[in-house]
């Protein structure tokens, strides 16, 4: 059976694996722990049980052909799930990350066509649909019908309250009618809607009798026959064709011409429409509503943070391999020519976004067991609504942020492995670019990062006025408890005076604390001050001023506030370590993503005269750099503990053997037609002709 | 006849074309010139009338298909050039850069597979070769034979020295024997060699009879048959497969196994073996011969600094355009929703990379200006060798930072319009995806960035000793004249106390200069400082040095002087407008481009006490806001002025007329089969059949 801690074969990485200072098996267990690996072992071998899952290709398939395997590997992916699940005990947190690290590295877009069509589709009803719309999901889960979900429109995604299709409701049949207004209105963006949903969970403006709106509401609304696929009358439903990435998802559009539908499929938890058309809801407060209506995201964004942190773990995983491979240069004409991970510039290039994994991985498993209670408290019979309230606002502002950052970091690492391995990580072959292309839109889905990140911001922004006035600063996950001791944080200063003294985990998270509580104040009072000074129109202050106070000041507030959290996950998790030799490993990479992401905050310490003098800036340089250098012996173990197995690297840069170049000739050498001349090599005489003929 | 300065059609962008504050066209004209323009409008209604470039498809094609049409390009731009040249008068400066902002916009692949063809071959010929091989270049450019360059090794790229493949003089057979050891010392990503190149030109190392290795040398090598493309016997030829991008271009690696070719085919004008094998050089130094035969690469990275600033510039005006027409979100429930334009955050993401544009196109002229005159100065009778030497030493060096940071700034600009053109950006119909996947490799080909920028501080580090000891500084470009004043600088501060005093020309180019100073004398410290603490051998002692003083020192140092070098260019043209609405905008860009880099510097500002307090940090930060909102209300008219041909932009987010959302629905509406059931529908019902038998 296979196992994910099995050994590695022999080759050109055995120098690097000596030099390590830790056991990597240790380090793996430690991490991840006993259930996670067992969990991620029962789905890599259920997984090798697939055929269809194991096929690889060296080319680039036409899009229907893509668009076909991906639909067969969406439902090989469910049998592998139900089985799995079926027979093995494990939490949410690990299974899900399990998921992440194998499933979406070994097809993307095979994994979110299964999401948006098995577990997308239900959760939306199971959270806001009652009892009688339970056989939509059991009907799903099935695979009777194939589910997706449609919010966004052609012109407003950002914008929900600005999504104008309707529904209204039509008491002569007792039917919603949906209907788009023009295109613009058409929904878009909607996963597997393009060729094979049978159903959707439709998002619509819902309109009484009265002519009244009364928000968004969700609708379950048939589209396509789903014995045939034929769509139903009404509906113009399509593909909106190829995109930079993610092409087996058939994103589609949907555009509805007085589409009728059973006013039972209106998903009627927190509002209902009767059958004479008046309009009820527990929840009389519209923009409370339209959060109910909108309130399960944070579980995509938190999802997607470990997602793009297993992206991450792919494209070190082959940069870092490459670079202990690959040689160039030596010291002296005499020597042997130096592996490239022993130049400082590209250990500063590749081994900081090896740190981000390692803060992620502690960071991500304490947030999906976060998601897991809230689960719990959601489903408990007592409801305590306070509380319910209060933990999903600060689960909003935490997947709000994680989400983004995750997806900048992953963007970047991405990016500068390709780079770093230069030539070869051009091609196709290098898996560099194909997963670059599927995980750039990690940065736009579920949440525009930009404006995405706007939400954490005005979490913490509300706490402010509680410190201004000397309150206590209470929320469920503790996460910003240190607000209650600003007015000392804002006086302290930077102290460190040496490598060791920066790098201690304390002054690290007090140094970001500082970070957090300044931003927070200077974002304040830059949002006070331009609302007062503000020549906009009385109404509209607040909404400009909030915009005006976005760039150095919310949006860094966002992000150092996340990073002490994920620091903060990490040094618990850290000081929990007995063997000493792991806990100096994680240490040294919990330290480097710390000053790592304090370079880019150097100019505020400036600013808010937390530091003066040069200190400050050249210790943190140095410090990475130093930090960079006492990691690098230990980078391919490190890379090891968080490497997919080789079928799912699936890079001839980054297999676990390290025999880059023959993977690489190899591949070269099998593609059809590599050492053949081109069919239309006649054609060329003709069009040399023209040149000639022209002189 | 078609004009690149006629107006554009009515809709929604009138709005802000409206709102600008100076004359599009008259900007055009006094940052182009009329040579320029008119060059440019010979050479659009040339493209024009070949059919072939004008084919745009919405679909991937085959690589196949790819390749067979990208080479009918080939043949369609060499005769647009052949045409326009021999028609129209014009300076080496605008003819490259009018060719970077059409050809190369309008097919990435086919413009560098044309230029690998045609002119790089012949270009290496011309420089490197003598009478004898004038025949090649003759039979190149009129279509008989078919060029490619190879140096790149599979194994060995930036370490030249290491290339291995090996051309041994046989006395016997009065030939070159051509031989590669094993796969990794095949030629590799020889552009166009994959599948039609005829002939190469070719660097292997020289060997003489007596077994001495004479370095690096260029052959010209028969490859195929012209006639019939089949590879010659004794090479294996092939093709590299799928890139991440520039698929169109073929690739190529080829083997030899002791392959002969004439004694002739050395390009003999830096060595020569008699025929009886003896070696003849004029210049006896190895390492000289080594940098005469690799001297001529300058060329190319200037092309390439001018192609990714088209590129860049592809990118900005479809984001900030789409910006201008996507509206989202209200101030009040009842106002109209605001074009993201309108958003400080949204500005932010875009503006910088506009006035990157515009700070490097004059650059661009400068250098390409610079450049013609070196060739000038080359081709003349009586050669100054010690000038030559010196200008091609500082065009080096200028060319190694700016090709580097240009292809960092366009790919960060690319990536960022990406993400700012949020979901509809992710189409391919947006044309960025394509964009980046072309770019990307302008970071890796000729001289990898982070390897090739170490050449630019080299070069001032070796300034560095003149400056200590009193002499002065002159190089042939004047590029670092103030390093005369090196102490003075060193002592000043940082005294802008405002916005318009940081902004002030002098003010920026002063700062600049103290950074050149500071991380000139820094970088020199350290690497002294490391060479002199060093555990390494003696004869490694230097080598680590300078490996050990790259991140934070010399790299800051390239990346400083380079910008220095494009904001004095700027300077010097701003204060040549006599429009007064032009020189304004101008100087917003100049100043946005600056304090956008100089934001960067900022620890080094603090560091090398130039700045104390907040101040420094505060104002750098809020400058580029009030430059961001200052400058949007002209964004769209200077995108207009740098926006390529709209069937050249083929993006439906960024045509000139923006009419964002018919363009996306026309492009959604005619993909084949956009509203049809898959072909492959039925096996779907089988798969669906697995899940609920496992239930």
Redesign the interface.
């Known amino acids: 059976m296979a196992n994910c801690l099995s050994d590695f074969p022999p080759g050109p990485l055995d120098k690097y694996r000596k030099l390590a200072s830790f056991d990597w098996k240790q380090l793996s267990l430690f991490l991840n722990g006993e259930e996670f690996l067992n969990y991620r072992n029962e789905l890599y071998n259920e997984i090798l049980k697939y055929s269809v899952l194991l096929e690889q290709t ?3 398939p ?3 052909e893509l ?2 395997k991906t ?2 590997k ?2 090989a992916l ?2 592998v799930r ?2 799995v699940t079926a027979r093995t005990n494990c939490n949410y947190a690990d299974m899900s990350f399990a998921e992440s690290s194998l499933a979406y590295l070994l097809d993307p877009s095979a994994s979110v066509k299964r999401s948006v069509t098995f577990y997308m589709f239900t959760s939306v009803i199971a959270s806001m649909g009652t009892e009688r719309h339970r056989h939509f999901i059991e009907n799903c889960l ?3 019908i194939l589910g997706c979900f449609g919010l ?1 429109e ?6 929900t309250r ?1 999504m104008r299709t309707t529904a209204t409701y039509d008491p002569a049949s007792r039917q919603f009618i949906l209907h788009s207004p023009d ?2 209105a058409a929904k ?2 909607v996963g597997s809607l393009g ?2 949903a049978t159903h959707g969970a439709i998002f619509a403006q819902l309109v009484t009798p009265d002519g009244i709106k009364h928000g968004l509401h969700a609708f379950v609304v048939p589209i396509r026959d789903s ?4 769509p139903y009358p009404g509906v ?10 993610l092409n087996g998802v058939d994103n589609g ?1 949907i555009m509805f011409d007085q589409y009728h539908i059973p006013r039972e499929n209106l998903l009627n938890k927190i509002g209902d429409v009767t059958e004479d058309g008046r309009y009820v809801a527990d929840i009389t407060d519209p923009n409370r509503r339209h959060g109910a209506a909108l309130g399960n995201l944070s579980d995509g964004r938190i999802n997607i943070t470990s997602v793009n942190m297993c992206y991450l773990s792919k494209a070190v995983t082959i940069a870092i391999r490459y670079a202990a491979v690959r ?3 030596s ?2 004409e005499d ?1 042997e ?1 130096i592996p490239i991970l022993e ?4 250990q ?2 590749l081994l900081p976004h090896l740190a981000t994994f390692y803060a992620f991985r502690t960071f991500c498993k304490y947030l999906l067991e976060e998601r897991d209670k809230f689960q719990l408290l959601l489903n408990k019979k007592s409801i305590d609504v306070h509380r319910i309230t209060n933990t999903g606002l600060e689960l909003h502002a935490i997947s709000s942020a994680c989400k983004s950052l995750a997806g900048w970091y992953a ?1 970047d690492a991405i ?1 500068e492995c ?2 770093a391995c ?2 070869h ?6 898996g ?2 194909e997963l ?2 599927n995980q ?2 990690c ?3 579920e949440g ?3 404006v995405l990140i706007q939400q954490t911001s005005n979490w913490l922004l509300r706490l402010w006025p509680l410190v201004l006035k000397g309150k206590s600063v209470s929320t469920p996950l503790n996460t910003v408890e240190f607000l209650n001791r600003a007015p000392q944080i804002l006086t302290s200063k930077f102290t460190p005076n040496s490598f060791e003294e920066l790098t201690e985990p304390k002054n690290i998270l007090d140094t970001f604390q500082w970070l957090v509580c300044y931003l927070l104040k200077l974002s304040f009072e830059k949002y006070e001050s331009l609302k007062q000074h503000s020549l ?2 009385v ?2 202050k607040a ?2 001023a909030k ?2 106070s ?3 000041y919310a ?1 860094s507030l966002s992000i150092a506030y996340i990073q002490h959290l994920i620091l903060t996950a990490m040094s618990d998790k850290i000081s929990k370590a007995a063997d000493f030799k792991i806990k100096t490993v994680l240490e040294k990479l919990f330290a480097l993503f710390a000053v790592t992401c304090l ?1 880019k905050h ?3 310490l ?4 937390y ?4 200190t ?3 210790l ?3 410090s ?2 130093r930090l960079c250098k006492s990691i690098k012996n230990d980078a391919i173990a490190l890379v090891d503990v968080i490497a997919p197995p080789d079928f799912i690297v699936n890079s001839v840069l980054g297999y676990s053997d390290g025999q880059v ?1 023959k993977h ?2 190899a ?3 099998r ?1 059809p ?3 053949s ?5 006649k ?3 003709n ?6 003929s ?2």
């Open positions: 060296d080319q680039t036409t899009l229907d668009r076909r639909t067969q969406v439902f469910k049998l139900d089985s099935n695979g009777e966004t052609i012109g407003h995604g950002s914008n600005g295109f613009q878009c963006w060729q094979t014995k045939t696929l034929v113009k439903v399509g593909d909106m064709g190829e995109k930079i990435g559009f040689k160039q240069f010291a002296t020597d020519e130049y400082q510039s590209h500063h290039r963007r990016q390709r780079e230069a030539g990580g051009y091609l196709k072959a290098s560099l670019g670059r292309s750039d839109v940065c736009t889905y525009e990062n930009h906009h129109s109404e509209s909404f400009w915009n005006d976005q760039v150095f949006k370079e150097i100019p505020f400036y600013a808010g005269s530091a003066s003098g040069p400050a800036a050249v943190i340089q140095d990475i750099l170049y690489l000739e591949a070269m050498l593609a037609g590599a050492l001349r081109p069919s239309w090599w054609e060329i005489t069009w040399k002709k023209n040149i000639h022209k002189l």
